[in-house]
Structures are given as C-alpha cells and as structure tokens.
C-alpha cells in the first residue's frame, strides 16, 4: 500500500509540473515574450506569424 501511494504521489507531482510548465509556455506566447530553457531562449509563434514573417522575408 505504501508504494501504491508513493506511486500516486509521484504521478501527481510530474502532473503538476507538466502544468505548470504549461501555464508557463502559454503566458510567454500571450505575452510575446521569450521562454528561456536553460540557456536558450524561445519564442513561439502561431502558423499565422510565422507565414506572415516568411513572406516579408520574401518581399523584402
């Protein structure tokens, strides 16, 4: 029983974590600001955007 709830305990906190992570990834869009993981910094960017910052790429 007592690995049972280790287990579940366990299960909870990776949930948790995955969570927030998330919570963490979608305020950094909303903002547009950039997500640093360790060292390296990223910017998410919607098909949208992404499409429209190509084609000035193109026209330019």
Not at 5 to 13: K, Y
Not at 38 to 60: A, H, P, T, W
């Amino acid at each position: 029983m007592e690995q049972l709830m280790e287990n579940e305990a366990f299960c909870i906190g990776v949930n948790v974590g995955i969570h927030i992570f998330q919570q963490k990834v979608l305020t950094a869009h909303k903002q547009r600001e950039g997500l640093k993981i360790g060292d390296n910094l990223y910017y998410i960017q919607s098909g949208r955007e992404r499409l429209q910052e190509v084609l000035e790429k193109i026209c330019k």
